[in-house]
């Protein structure tokens, strides 16, 4: 499958961003699509993830309530509405497609995902 983010971009502090992720090619052998960061100097770290089916979510503590993912079906696109956004949010945003059917709490690791976007940079200005 093929990812490709956008919606990236530089916003102040306290304001929003949608990003999209729209996969191509063969969606319907994934079961999950989780939204990734990695700041300079930093590990890549876990934002959220969603269910292809169900559309059930699961949130890393620093962005829960901030941010929110969904999904088209559709449009075989997930979204990541990102707002009261920080400086500690700046990042390389990368989305991710996974294979793996376990509990949404343990699709955290990078090793779940199976195929991974090129990222979108989001800066969070002061």
């Known amino acids: 499958v093929q990812l490709q983010a956008s919606g990236g971009g530089l916003v102040q502090t306290g304001g929003s961003l949608r990003l999209s992720c729209e996969a191509s090619g063969r969606t319907f052998s994934y079961a999950s699509m989780g939204w990734f960061r990695q700041a300079p100097g930093k590990e890549r770290e876990f934002v959220s993830v969603?269910?292809?089916?169900?559309?059930?979510?699961y949130y890393a503590d620093s962005v829960k309530g901030r941010f929110t993912i969904s999904r088209d079906n559709a449009k075989n696109t997930v979204y990541l509405q990102m707002n009261s956004l920080k400086p500690e949010d700046t990042a390389v945003y990368y989305c991710a497609a996974g294979r793996s059917r376990y509990a949404l709490s343990a699709l955290s690791s990078l090793g779940s995902y199976n195929d991974w976007g090129q990222g979108t940079q989001v800066t969070v200005s002061s």
């Open positions: 969603i269910r292809w089916s169900g559309g059930s979510t």
